[in-house]
């Protein structure tokens, strides 16, 4: 029976993976980047100030919000960088060919675009839980507040129960990675799994954010700069590299090594499926945790639309496809794929210790994950329960339901696979529904924003500050100034 189910699974995602997708998730980024004008692929400079430039300033806590900009911002990327960052761009490779690459930049380029709007619709349809003192969205609260569709939105929520299972193979990831680079039994590393998540979701979206925001930004330029590093040393190879990228994005690879054949469209294939997978853009995950932002207006923390897809495609994962093909990886053990194939590419680099770089990475990575996973099921959880009482009490079950299955990580990860494949069909059909569908609001606020807010602001005008709230009440959305 499960291996039909399987079967059956695996096919409606080879068709979804396909022109499918292509269609949905790169027409949906051309459309908004057209619709922007290019904002969050030109104005870097603007971006970068608004971005990484606030990393070392007090947090904005004056206006509507939760949390600083920044922290929700640090919890979306610790979601967005996972294992997909080291298992997924040598996947894209392997399967693709080099022109895959190719195409999980453009993924990545577009997607700026993508990520700023579901930014904007997460700040324009968020709801205030007083009984949790939390500002909240994500894709069911969008579709309910925005298109009205109850209960699509209600079954969005429902699909939250099965987060638990389908994060196990960040649990799995974490776990072999230690045991890896340690030496340490991977039952120890899940009851560091267990206890560390514990400690730190029973704080709430404040602890998350506050780890967050110093654990993501630290493992980053970790594994960027030891990265770049390795390129440095492989420099000869720079130019042949990015010549076969781009050549093979066009024309069939006829593969060598661990890197298969492919033919342009599974280039394309797998280079899309990868950058979705890897940056989150058009998944709906930024609709959640930016909601919470305290920001002077929603564009501004529109601006990690931009980041997120700069971090996480265009830096994370392309050091890890350069590894690969800088250092010959796939020449020189044309047995091995995936993430072992980026630990061989490391370890011709930097021998034994380049092992153990991806080893930390990866559990870096896959924690975080799980964290802000935690975070988006948890929200789900709220939507169904609504601003009531029952919402503390049902948290800490809900948290030992999360919590619990940890302990299943080194089982067969099949059923998993597939429970996490279908989720992310569900997921991406239906934001990108909602974008498109509330693609008014969205250039509204933003050319409210560029238009009006920021030349008033930059000609010290000091106009009022700009934030939304959805009032479930009244069905209606309230804009508030200050």
Same mark, same amino acid.
């Given at each position: 029976?499960?291996?039909?189910?399987?079967?059956?699974?695996t096919?409606?995602?080879?068709?979804f993976?396909g022109?499918p997708?292509?269609?949905?998730?790169?027409g949906?980024?051309?459309?908004?980047?057209i619709?922007?004008?290019?904002?969050?692929?030109?104005k870097?400079?603007h971006?970068?100030?608004?971005t990484?430039?606030t990393?070392f300033?007090p947090?904005d806590e004056e206006?509507?919000g !939760?949390?600083?900009g920044f922290a929700? @911002?640090?919890?979306? +990327?610790?979601?967005? =960088?996972g294992?997909?960052?080291i298992?997924g761009p040598?996947?894209?490779?392997? *399967?693709g060919?080099p022109?895959?690459?190719f195409?999980m930049? =453009? !993924?990545?380029?577009?997607? *700026?675009?993508?990520k @700023?709007a579901?930014?904007? &619709?997460g /700040?324009?349809?968020?709801v205030?839980?007083?009984g949790?003192d939390?500002?909240?969205?994500g894709?069911?609260?969008? %579709?309910?507040?925005?298109?009205g569709?109850?209960r699509?939105? /209600?079954?969005?929520?429902?699909?939250?129960v099965?987060?638990p299972?389908?994060?196990l193979?960040q649990t799995?990831?974490?776990?072999t990675? =230690?045991?890896e680079?340690?030496?340490?039994?991977v039952?120890?590393g +899940?009851?560091?799994?267990? %206890?560390? &998540?514990?400690?730190?979701?029973?704080g709430g979206v404040?602890r998350i954010?506050?780890?967050?925001d110093k654990?993501v $930004?630290a493992m980053? +330029?970790f594994?960027?700069g030891?990265g770049i =590093?390795?390129?440095?040393?492989?420099?000869?190879e720079?130019?042949?590299?990015?010549?076969?990228i781009?050549?093979?994005?066009?024309?069939p690879?006829?593969?060598?090594?661990?890197?298969a054949?492919?033919s342009?469209?599974?280039?394309? #294939?797998?280079?899309?499926?990868?950058?979705v997978?890897?940056?989150?853009a058009g *998944?709906?995950?930024a609709?959640?945790?930016?909601s919470?932002?305290?920001?002077d207006? $929603?564009?501004?923390q529109?601006?990690?639309?931009?980041s997120?897809?700069l971090i996480?495609?265009?830096?994370?994962?392309?050091?890890?496809?350069f590894?690969?093909?800088a250092?010959?990886?796939?020449f020189?053990?044309?047995?091995?794929t995936?993430a072992?194939l980026v630990?061989?590419?490391? /370890?011709?680099?930097?021998g034994?210790?380049?092992?153990?770089?991806?080893?930390?990475?990866t559990a870096?990575?896959?924690?975080?994950?799980?964290?802000?996973?935690y975070?988006n099921?948890?929200?789900?959880?709220?939507?169904l329960l609504?601003?009531?009482?029952l919402?503390?009490?049902v948290?800490?079950?809900?948290?030992?339901?999360?919590?619990?299955? /940890?302990f299943?990580a080194?089982?067969?990860?099949?059923?998993?696979?597939?429970?996490?494949?279908? +989720?992310?069909? %569900?997921?991406?059909?239906?934001?990108i529904?909602?974008?498109?569908?509330?693609?008014?609001p969205?250039?509204?606020?933003h050319y409210?924003f560029?238009d009006r807010?920021?030349p008033a602001?930059?000609?010290g005008?000091?106009?009022?500050?700009?934030s939304? #709230?959805?009032?479930?009440?009244?069905?209606?959305?309230v804009? *508030?100034?200050?």
């Open positions: 029976m499960l291996d039909v189910l399987q079967t059956v699974v096919s409606i995602s080879g068709f993976w022109p997708l292509f269609i949905a998730v790169l949906t980024g051309i459309y908004y980047t619709a922007f004008k290019g904002a969050y692929q030109l870097i400079g971006h970068l100030k608004n990484f430039g990393m300033t947090p206006g509507e !939760t949390i600083s929700a @911002a640090a919890v979306s +990327i610790s979601s967005v =960088i294992v997909g960052n298992a040598a996947t894209a490779l392997t *399967m060919g022109g895959a690459v195409w930049w =453009i !993924t990545a380029i577009v997607g *700026m675009s993508t @700023a579901e930014v904007l &619709l /700040q324009r349809y968020r205030y839980f007083e949790i939390e500002y909240l969205c894709r069911n609260y969008v %579709i309910r507040n925005g298109l569709w109850l699509l939105a /209600q079954l969005l929520a429902w699909v939250v099965f987060t299972w389908s994060m193979v799995n990831a974490v776990a990675s =230690i045991a680079a340690f030496n340490i039994p039952n120890v +899940i009851w560091f799994i267990f %206890i560390t &998540l514990a400690v730190t979701i029973i404040r954010a506050a780890v967050a654990v $930004p980053a +330029i594994y960027i030891a =590093i390795l390129v440095a040393m492989n420099l000869g720079v130019p042949r590299m990015f010549s076969t781009v050549s093979h994005a066009f024309t690879y006829a593969g060598a090594g661990a890197v054949g492919a342009v469209a599974e280039a394309m #294939r797998f280079g899309v499926a990868r950058g997978y890897s940056n989150e *998944m709906g995950t609709m959640g945790v930016h919470a932002a305290i920001v207006h $929603p564009v501004r529109a601006s990690w639309g931009f997120e897809c996480d495609t265009l830096l994370v994962c392309s050091i890890t496809v590894a690969i093909m250092t010959g990886a796939n020189a053990n044309p047995e091995v995936g072992a630990t061989v590419a490391w /370890q011709l680099a930097y034994y210790i380049g092992g153990v770089i991806v080893a930390v990475a870096f990575f896959s924690w975080t994950t799980l964290l802000t996973a975070y099921a948890e929200k789900g959880v709220n939507f609504g601003d009531s009482k919402n503390r009490t948290m800490w079950i809900y948290m030992a339901y999360y919590l619990g299955p /940890q299943f080194g089982a067969d990860t099949g059923l998993l696979w597939m429970i996490t494949d279908t +989720i992310l069909i %569900i997921s991406v059909t239906s934001s529904a909602a974008l498109l569908l509330l693609r008014k969205v250039v509204e606020m409210d560029w807010y920021l602001l930059e000609a005008e000091n106009p009022p500050r700009v939304y #709230r959805f009032d479930p009440a009244s069905g209606e959305e804009r *508030m100034e200050e």
